[in-house]
């Protein structure tokens, strides 16, 4: 069985993608291959050949999706698409919202709601995190990213003989950070240019 996992986000400000980009960490670390990927920047014709899918989805203003979430969204409400379209899916959703807004959590909702309409299965209730919340978005992420790794693990064990990598072993860097001594980088600016990164 191939443990394969997308995470999906929409993000305004950038919480969202934390988030999603900790979902992403924390499913590497129990041995998944992961990407974690904005809505709009994914192939959605892909999304039917997925297995098991986060999708993590701000609400910003008056219940709008964020702006990188909006072609995605669209792609999904077209009536057309068939009631089992995603019928092979299992997927779980956690929302970011604000309670001080009437529409808390709303485009989670709606979100898990069009998921369920078109085949796929719920893996997990949707979570509704609240900025409001005197510990923050956390106080509903942490309890509720705990019980998923409970749920898929079931479906999707461990391979033999490997354990989950503890929390204190860092991930390989995502950025390489390069220091280019100017005074070099002047003398030799051609060069660098005709070679490419990395200059001689």
């Not at 959590?105 to 995190?129: D, E, M, S, Y």
């Not at 609240?130 to 064990?157: C, F, N, R």
């Amino acid at each position: 069985m191939e443990r394969r996992l997308l995470v999906l986000y929409g993000s305004q400000t950038g919480t969202a993608q934390d988030v999603a980009e900790r979902v992403g960490r924390e499913a590497q670390r129990r041995r998944f291959a992961c990407r974690v990927v904005a809505m709009d920047e994914y192939e959605i014709a892909t999304l039917i050949n997925e297995r098991l899918v986060v999708l993590v989805a701000a609400t910003t203003g008056q219940g709008d999706e964020p702006d990188n979430m909006k072609t995605f969204w669209r792609f999904l409400l077209r009536k057309n698409l068939p009631s089992d379209s995603l019928s092979q899916m299992s997927f779980a959703v956690l929302g970011l919202g604000d309670s001080s807004y009437q529409k808390f959590n709303f485009v989670a909702k709606r979100l898990h709601r069009r998921l369920l309409q078109l085949g796929a299965t719920a893996i997990q209730n949707v979570g509704l995190a609240d900025d409001q919340h005197d510990l923050g978005p956390d106080a509903v992420v942490d309890p509720w990213l705990s019980t998923l790794w409970e749920i898929v693990l079931q479906s999707y064990p461990l391979p033999p003989g490997l354990e989950i990598i503890s929390s204190d072993v860092l991930p390989p860097p995502r950025y390489k950070v390069i220091y280019v001594d100017s005074k070099m980088e002047s003398r030799h600016q051609p060069q660098s240019i005709q070679n490419g990164p990395g200059g001689e």
